[in-house]
């Protein structure tokens, strides 16, 4: 059978999922359920990524409990026509915008935090009085079914649809015989452009929340120990496999050896000496990706680390130097517990690596220098970045999150999110009671007056 939306279209239209109350109702229902169902979830995110409690609950329920009870709070505020000035010719007018929802919308989610990546952007579309369809990734396939579980529960299929199978066979037919009124898109850079295609033939808006190579940049006066730990901790988190971890850290050729040392301590701190036997430390998605990644091990030398092992689809967090900058793990984004330090002796020697991979979805800075710190995020254009920290910009519900160029485009989190679901629709609404002629034809001799107005 042809994937069909229309009797989401139908319900839409009916205006059920418009109101106040509704769209609370049903974000409180979500998080009711989210909340019976966390030790599911942990078993699914255990056994799709070996994810520890703590962890699922800091990244995939807890990141998105945070934004729901954020929303929740917030919405009957976003949902107000919030007024503005009126200019000269329009008075006595009043203008003001509105959230009108956006009607039907797809939400395409990634493996990497398989959870969080796609209820986080439900929680707009909700917010923002939609129907949906929902496709998961068949690569998380634990988390698949249990979140498919809870949508199930709550959910009939007219308002909110879930939708499982392979994203090149499922999705295709999905988005050419339907018309979405919005595709809201996380994964691939490679996978978006197809996805974007899909849109541009229907005219269909987009948000892509995709991937690219993130780098490091760390000056001559930063505090080594502060940037080691907090680079190694977002890098060798869920393996790597994190959409903004830090792909590769560039450091003046003096301070290798020491963010080395560093890292290391940093590292066996959190998994100790044998990561293998961490309970802390998780593991490859799947033999491809573990294929891919061990490709990457003789792309330069291995200074901490290197073991893998296929069975248990292990990498060892990994530290590489004397990688070429045109090598293949320079080229890709890496994705996994493999990090590349290269060294810079000016800024813009390591400015011309950066950009031979422009965009980047994060960038960090870690200096203690002011000018410095400007001059690396003027000259970096990233989607969003950090000083003196890595990754943790995006559990600010104030702070938007997305890429820019071939990282992505538009962007969510906190107010955003109800933004990227709506459309905001400008009214002006002028009285009857006065009617000026010089508004009219013909305008000879009226100019003078026009000009003024309007200029
Ligand atoms: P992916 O592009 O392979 O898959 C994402 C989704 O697209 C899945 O649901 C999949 O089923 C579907 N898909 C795959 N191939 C398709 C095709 N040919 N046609 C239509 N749909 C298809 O991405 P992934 O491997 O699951 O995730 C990793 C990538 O996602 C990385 O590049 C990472 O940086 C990026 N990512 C970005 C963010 C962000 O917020 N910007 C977050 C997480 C991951």
């Given at each position: 059978?042809?994937?069909?939306i229309?009797?989401l279209?139908?319900?839409?239209?009916?205006?059920?999922?418009?109101?106040?109350?509704?769209?609370?109702?049903?974000?409180?229902?979500?998080?009711?359920?989210?909340?019976?169902?966390?030790?599911?979830?942990?078993?699914?995110?255990?056994?799709?990524?070996?994810?520890?409690?703590?962890?699922?609950?800091?990244?995939?329920?807890?990141?998105?409990?945070?934004?729901?009870?954020?929303?929740?709070?917030?919405?009957?505020?976003?949902?107000?026509?919030?007024?503005?000035?009126?200019?000269?010719?329009?008075?006595?007018?009043?203008?003001?915008?509105?959230?009108?929802?956006?009607?039907v919308?797809c939400i395409?989610?990634?493996?990497?935090?398989?959870?969080?990546?796609?209820?986080?952007?439900?929680?707009?579309?909700?917010?923002?009085?939609?129907?949906v369809v929902l496709k998961?990734?068949?690569?998380?396939?634990?988390?698949?079914?249990?979140?498919?579980?809870?949508?199930?529960?709550?959910?009939?299929?007219?308002?909110?649809l879930?939708m499982?199978?392979?994203?090149?066979?499922?999705?295709?037919?999905l988005?050419?015989?339907?018309?979405?009124?919005?595709?809201?898109?996380?994964?691939?850079?490679?996978?978006?452009?197809?996805?974007?295609?899909?849109?541009?033939?229907?005219?269909?808006?987009?948000?892509?929340?995709?991937?690219?190579?993130?780098?490091?940049?760390?000056?001559?006066?930063?505090?080594?120990?502060?940037?080691?730990?907090?680079?190694?901790?977002?890098?060798?988190?869920?393996?790597?496999?994190?959409?903004?971890?830090?792909?590769?850290?560039?450091?003046?050729?003096?301070?290798?050896?020491?963010?080395?040392?560093?890292?290391?301590?940093?590292?066996?701190?959190?998994?100790?000496?044998?990561?293998?036997?961490?309970?802390?430390?998780?593991?490859?998605?799947?033999?491809?990706?573990?294929?891919?990644?061990?490709?990457?091990?003789?792309?330069?030398?291995?200074?901490?680390?290197?073991?893998?092992?296929?069975?248990?689809?292990?990498?060892?967090?990994?530290?590489?130097?004397?990688?070429?900058?045109?090598?293949?793990?320079?080229?890709?984004?890496?994705?996994?517990?493999?990090?590349?330090?290269?060294?810079?002796?000016?800024?813009?020697?390591?400015?011309?690596?950066?950009?031979?991979?422009?965009?980047?979805?994060?960038?960090?800075?870690?200096?203690?220098?002011?000018?410095?710190?400007?001059?690396?995020?003027?000259?970096?254009?990233?989607?969003?970045?950090?000083?003196?920290?890595?990754?943790?910009?995006?559990?600010?519900?104030?702070?938007?999150?997305?890429?820019?160029?071939?990282?992505?485009?538009?962007?969510?989190?906190?107010?955003?999110?109800?933004?990227?679901?709506?459309?905001?629709?400008?009214?002006?609404?002028?009285?009857?009671?006065?009617?000026?002629?010089?508004?009219?034809?013909?305008?000879?001799?009226?100019?003078?007056?026009?000009?003024?107005?309007?200029?």
């Open positions: 059978m042809q994937p069909s229309q009797q279209r139908t319900y839409f239209l009916s205006g059920a999922t418009q109101s106040y109350d509704f769209r609370l109702n049903q974000l409180k229902r979500l998080k009711k359920v989210v909340l019976e169902s966390e030790k599911e979830l942990y078993q699914a995110l255990y056994a799709d990524l070996k994810k520890t409690d703590e962890d699922a609950w800091a990244t995939e329920v807890g990141f998105f409990l945070s934004e729901l009870n954020y929303t929740i709070e917030h919405l009957k505020a976003w949902m107000q026509p919030n007024t503005v000035s009126t200019n000269l010719v329009n008075q006595p007018s009043t203008s003001f915008t509105v959230q009108e929802p956006l009607g919308v395409i989610a990634p493996w990497n935090y398989p959870f969080q990546l796609l209820f986080t952007p439900l929680i707009g579309a909700i917010a923002g009085g939609n129907c998961p990734s068949e690569f998380a396939p634990a988390t698949a079914a249990a979140m498919g579980k809870i949508i199930h529960a709550l959910f009939p299929d007219n308002y909110i879930y499982e199978g392979e994203g090149a066979t499922v999705l295709p037919p988005l050419t015989e339907n018309r979405f009124d919005h595709i809201f898109y996380t994964g691939s850079t490679m996978v978006g452009k197809i996805i974007y295609k899909y849109a541009a033939e229907q005219l269909v808006p987009v948000t892509l929340e995709l991937g690219g190579k993130s780098p490091a940049v760390i000056t001559s006066d930063a505090n080594i120990r502060v940037a080691a730990r907090r680079l190694a901790n977002p890098k060798f988190s869920n393996c790597g496999q994190m959409c903004i971890a830090p792909d590769y850290i560039l450091v003046p050729t003096e301070l290798k050896e020491e963010l080395i040392k560093e890292l290391i301590i940093a590292i066996q701190s959190f998994y100790g000496a044998d990561a293998e036997a961490s309970e802390h430390y998780g593991k490859i998605i799947n033999d491809k990706q573990w294929l891919r990644l061990t490709s990457y091990l003789s792309d330069g030398e291995i200074v901490y680390g290197g073991k893998s092992n296929r069975e248990k689809l292990f990498i060892e967090p990994t530290i590489m130097t004397g990688v070429h900058a045109d090598a293949k793990i320079m080229q890709d984004e890496i994705f996994g517990p493999i990090l590349p330090i290269l060294t810079y002796q000016s800024n813009e020697e390591a400015l011309a690596i950066i950009q031979k991979n422009p965009n980047p979805l994060a960038f960090y800075v870690f200096t203690e220098n002011k000018e410095d710190e400007q001059y690396w995020l003027t000259n970096v254009p990233s989607g969003g970045a950090c000083v003196n920290n890595a990754t943790m910009h995006i559990t600010n519900h104030d702070l938007p999150f997305g890429g820019r160029g071939f990282s992505g485009m538009g962007g969510y989190h906190g107010k955003l999110s109800f933004d990227t679901f709506t459309h905001t629709k400008s009214v002006l609404k002028t009285p009857t009671w006065i009617d000026p002629s010089f508004k009219y034809p013909p305008y000879k001799g009226k100019a003078w007056l026009l000009k003024r107005l309007i200029g």
